[in-house]
Every structure is written in C-alpha cells, then in structure tokens.
C-alpha cells in the first residue's frame, strides 16, 4: 500500500488511479453514494483503502458524512468471545431501536482489521461510532474522524482526545475495594491474576486499585503474585495454576474480571482446594454466570446496561446537536459478596514462610 502523504498534496486523480477506477467513481463512494450506479463493494472498499493509506479527504466528502443519514451507529469490540460484552450489546442495541438507528457491531481485534474499520467509517458507513476496543491502538485515527464531524465515544476507556467522549467505569475503585475486601477478611498474602491485554493501555486501572489497597494497609506489592494472562476462561486457569506454583501461594485473590475468575474457580476445583476455606476469590464485571456457579462469585459490580445505553445516547445527542463539548462519564461500582469470598476460619490461613 502507497505510503501516507500530507493531505493536501493528495488528488482524487491520484487515488483514482492506486485504486484503478476513474475519478467519478471515488467521487461516488467517497460521498456515500455507490450504491447508486451500482458500484461493486469490492470496488467501493479498495477505492476506501487507497484514500485511508494517503491520508485523502476532501472538504466535500467530509461535508457529506455530516449531512447524508445512514441511521446506523457503529459499535467497535476488542472481542466478541465475551459474556461481558453480550450484556452491553443488548442494551446499545435497545436504545439505538428505541431512537431509530440500527447498530453495526465490528471486531476490532487485530492491526488490520483495525484499519479496515476505520476505512469502512470513514467512507460514511455509519453516522457515529462507539469504540471498546483499547483506544491506544486507534487514537489517530479516531482523532481524524472527528475531525470531520463523526461523533465517536470511547467505551471503558478514558478518551484519547478532548474532542472525543467517555463512558467508562471507576474501574482504579473497582481493584481497590475488591482487594480491600479481601484484607479486611484478614488476608495478608493477596494474588492478583490481571489481563495480558493490559499491555495495551496506559493505565492499568484494576491492578492500579489492588496496589493502593495494599499500600494502604502496610502491606507490601509483591511482584511474584502478580500475574498477567489471557482474558478468557482459559487465561483465569492458568493464571491461577501459576499462583499455585509458588512456594507459598497467596490465600485470597483479586482476578480482572468474572469470565477469567470462573476459569481460576475451576483450576481451583481441580486442585481440591476449597472455596473460600483455603482460598478466597474477588472477581470483576458482576456478569450474570458468576451467580450460577459453584460457589456463587464475590465480584465488583456496575450496570453493563447503563454502559451501552449511555454511550448510544452520547453518539445521538452530539448527533442531533444536543451536546456541544465532549465530556466523560464515569459510573460507579460496588461490591456484591457471594459464597467465593467468606471470613477464614482460625487455621484455614496457610503459614506463611518466613
């Protein structure tokens, strides 16, 4: 692909010809209208992707995309595989419904599709976009969208630009009172099974909570319980086989979220350790299905609706001229305590080595 270039010095000629069309055809696609003549979408995304790649946007197109309707709102996920991320669709589809746009759900995951996505967007495939997929990896682009008017909204993210909106989760409280918890419950030696993923962002806001509640109770952060692994059932197994390996594993353990904790319960069960008797387990996200296992999730709870409903009802007032300046919406959470996480019994503490 033909390296990115100033976007003044860039034609329609030139991006004709990359793409192998004539100039009328990119006029075409580029303001939204190729479906009218018929244009193949073959065609109509290369003639996306050559424009992407050299930086080219006219003042015309940028125009259109703000006065042609598609009454659609783009949702972009870091990953679909998600009990988590079901709930926020359903209700980011419901308030798109009850307001007459139709939500396009697209996977974010990967470089490349990454920017596919963002060549589809920019092309006027959706009136606005939501982004839970990490904003770090798609901040300059986000940027030059709403650059032309695309009102876009970072979802459990804080916002990549001023211009951008947020609706996120306290989620540095959320680490903070999971781990508080379970000190108060008289734990000392506290594991933390976190996200690979985290790499990825500049914060690391739940393991960022989980190190202040230690400091805050003259405890030290101790680098061997800190594990990082695949947000998955799968990751929250191993990440749990690992603490278990040490040579005095911790007695209680805040995990990243629910889906990776029900996968730590399970490394557990294998184990024959008993929960909470020998070990306590604090997860994160209140999905549902932490309720219907065995024993029942101690977890740090906030509305999943409120997440998708919210950020649908940003795109739509910045939208329809509702809102003016972007701001951040921040939600906050609270712990629900189950069955995983109970007061230790005198002597159920493994003693701890000197």
């Known amino acids: 692909m033909a390296t990115r270039r100033d976007r003044a010095r860039t034609t329609s000629a030139e991006v004709a010809k990359?793409?192998?069309?004539?100039?009328?055809?990119?006029?075409?696609?580029?303001?939204?209208?190729?479906?009218?003549?018929?244009?193949?979408?073959?065609?109509?995304?290369?003639?996306?992707?050559?424009?992407?790649?050299?930086?080219?946007?006219?003042?015309?197109?940028?125009?259109?995309?703000?006065?042609?309707?598609?009454?659609?709102?783009?949702?972009?996920?870091?990953?679909?595989?998600?009990?988590?991320n079901a709930e926020i669709i359903g209700a980011a589809h419901a308030a798109a419904l009850e307001r007459g746009y139709s939500l396009n759900i697209m996977s974010a995951k990967f470089d490349e599709v990454q920017r596919r996505a963002y060549s589809l967007l920019s092309g006027g495939i959706a009136d606005g976009v939501i982004v839970a997929a990490p904003p770090a990896d798609l901040a300059a682009d986000l940027k030059r969208l709403a650059d032309i008017g695309m009102p876009i909204v970072v979802m459990q993210h804080h916002s990549p630009d001023a211009a951008i909106q947020a609706v996120r989760v306290d989620l540095e409280m959320g680490g903070h009172v999971a781990t508080r918890h379970l000190i108060a419950l008289g734990h000392r030696r506290i594991g933390h099974i976190g996200s690979?993923?985290?790499?990825?962002?500049?914060?690391?806001?739940?393991?960022?909570?989980?190190?202040?509640a230690l400091a805050e109770a003259g405890l030290p952060v101790d680098p061997e319980l800190m594990v990082m692994a695949e947000p998955s059932l799968a990751g929250g197994f191993a990440g749990m086989e690992e603490l278990l390996a040490l040579r005095s594993p911790p007695t209680g353990v805040f995990?990243?979220?629910?889906?990776?904790?029900?996968?730590?319960?399970?490394?557990?069960?294998?184990?024959?350790?008993?929960?909470?008797?020998?070990m306590a387990i604090v997860g994160f996200d209140g999905i549902g299905l932490g309720g219907f296992v065995t024993p029942e999730l101690t977890t740090v709870d906030y509305s999943r609706a409120d997440i998708g409903r919210l950020s649908v009802e940003a795109v739509i007032e910045r939208l329809e001229g509702r809102m003016e300046a972007a701001r951040e919406q921040i939600l906050p959470v609270r712990l629900l305590v189950r069955e995983s996480c109970g007061r230790m019994l005198n002597g159920g503490l493994r003693q701890e080595s000197a």
Not at 71 to 80: G, K
Not at 197 to 207: G, M, N, V, Y
Not at 267 to 278: N, W
């Open 196 to 212: 690979a993923s985290q790499r990825l962002l500049k914060r690391k806001e739940r393991s960022d909570g989980y190190a202040r």
């Open 18 to 84: 990359l793409a192998g069309v004539s100039r009328t055809t990119v006029s075409l696609v580029l303001n939204n209208r190729s479906g009218e003549i018929g244009i193949s979408p073959e065609t109509r995304s290369r003639v996306i992707d050559v424009a992407t790649s050299l930086g080219y946007q006219p003042s015309h197109a940028a125009r259109s995309l703000r006065r042609w309707r598609t009454n659609v709102i783009a949702l972009l996920l870091y990953t679909l595989d998600s009990f988590y």
């Open 255 to 278: 995990v990243y979220s629910d889906q990776m904790a029900i996968g730590a319960l399970h490394a557990l069960r294998k184990r024959g350790i008993r929960v909470p008797e020998e």
